[in-house]
């Protein structure tokens, strides 16, 4: 566990002011240094400080390996006290007694000199370690040889200095640091007190806030709840008449796909019609020239007397009696022909546009629903019956059966 989520649970346990407000005392007489642990998180970060702190000078002797497992143990029993909410204070007591060192045993911190000065005689001249180790803690059980002896002496030195007026004064300084430290911890345990319990009111503002946010999110889905309710039926209709609309704009495009070449068929017709109209009238007028023209010049011969000699003799009147008469009959029919062909032409002209116009009226009133069956087959029989050209006496076709005509654009 990180120091980070340490202090978040203890701003979350209800033993918050006891953790904060619990003490343990350290003295360690074999390296001169005592002072006191305000608050658990202060106590566990120095656990943890020392536990790494010792693991980052490794390979070490024996004797330090064993101080590193000891305050790693100490870590998790600081741990699984925590974890079940225990706090008799005898019980604290008892598993940090390592820590605290209450028996007086020999504790070394990986950041004191003593340390250094250990770890490099046990890495440069190991045969002096346990000499110079027994002077820092007190003992003599391996006091036999000479190398012990050197040791000892060694460690004597670093420790003594002669006792000079340097070593004096280093003393002093020595001193004046562990003051120094003594009160940072201090400092630093009413510091994780303050930051413990700044994470407990963020903690508490953090639940208000989200209690604030539960409540605005149920009454927003109450209110979208309502307003979906009321929406439903209105979405229903909507919903239905768009699909009965698309439905009926599908039936008006399947006709008007089906009356689409029809339609298409009488405007090019319409067309046609007209240009040969045009032809027709053309050639009318052209023919109406003829005849005036073959009058007027009948008329100067009769006038000059051409035609007074012609018919002097019986024969010679007979025949162009006859030629006359076969010429006026035939510009005459050729007349009433063209003339016959002419209207014709204009009025199947109009019988087709108004076709045309009366396909698009029927495809107007089948999308507005306005038409019923009955009109239907009015409308199909005005639509596809033939139309009266006029050149023929009782041109007009029977009209066509409606139902066959339904049948025919159904397909």
């Known amino acids: 566990m990180t120091l980070n989520e340490l202090k978040e649970n203890i701003a979350a346990s209800p033993n918050r002011e006891w953790l904060q407000s619990y003490e343990l ?5 074999n390296i001169n240094y005592s002072t006191t ?9 120095f656990i943890i400080d020392q536990s790494d702190g010792f693991s980052k000078l490794s390979p070490l002797p024996k004797e330090l390996e064993e101080v590193r497992m000891k305050f790693i143990n100490a870590k998790g029993s600081l741990l699984q006290l925590i974890s079940q909410n225990n706090i008799a204070k005898a019980t604290w007591d008892s598993n940090l007694r390592f820590i ?4 007086n045993q020999p504790v070394f911190l990986y950041n004191t000199t003593e340390v250094d000065f250990l770890i490099k005689v046990y890495r440069e ?8 180790y027994e002077y ?15 040791g000892y002496l060694l460690a004597y030195e670093f420790d003594s200095k002669d006792f000079s ?23 630093l345990g009413n510091a994780e007190k303050e930051v413990v319990e700044y994470i407990a009111k963020s903690n508490q503002k953090f639940e208000e806030y989200a209690s604030k946010i539960d409540s605005f999110k149920t009454e927003k889905e109450t209110t979208y709840n309502d307003w979906f309710q009321r929406n439903s039926v209105d979405f229903t209709k909507f919903h239905t008449a768009s699909v009965k609309q698309i439905a009926d704009l599908e039936v008006l495009y399947k006709e008007k796909l089906k009356l689409e070449a029809p339609a298409k068929y009488w405007n090019e017709r319409a067309k046609k019609l007209r ?21 007027i010049w009948v008329l100067n011969k009769v006038a000059d007397g051409t035609f007074q000699d012609i018919f002097k003799e019986t024969g010679s009147a007979v025949k162009w009696s006859v030629a006359l008469i076969t010429l006026i009959s035939f510009l005459a029919y050729i007349i009433r022909v063209l003339s016959k062909l002419t ?48 050149l023929l006496k009782d041109d007009a076709s029977p009209t066509m059966p409606g139902n066959i005509v339904d049948q025919f654009t159904k397909k």
Not at 100 to 103: E, I, R
């Open 275 to 295: 240009t040969e109209g045009y032809w027709w009238l053309g050639g009318l007028i052209l023919s109406v020239a003829i005849s005036v023209g073959i009058l």
């Open 25 to 29: 005392k350290i003295n360690y007489q």
């Open 136 to 150: 820092f803690t007190g003992s003599t059980q391996h006091a036999n040889n000479k190398a012990y002896l050197t």
């Open 165 to 187: 007026s340097i070593a004096e004064r280093k003393e002093a300084e020595k001193k004046s640091i562990l003051s120094i430290r003594s009160g940072f911890q201090e400092k």
């Open 343 to 390: 209207f014709s032409s204009f009025h199947l002209v109009r019988d087709a546009e108004e076709r045309e116009q009366l396909t698009y009226v029927y495809l107007a009133l089948q999308k507005e629903n306005k038409i019923d069956p009955t009109e239907r087959h009015l409308v199909m029989q005005s639509l596809f019956s033939r139309a009266d050209s006029g």
């Open 100 to 103: 605290s060192n209450t028996n």
């Open 125 to 132: 001249r190991p045969e002096y370690y346990n000499g110079a």
């Open 37 to 45: 642990l305000l608050g658990v998180v202060n106590i566990y970060s």
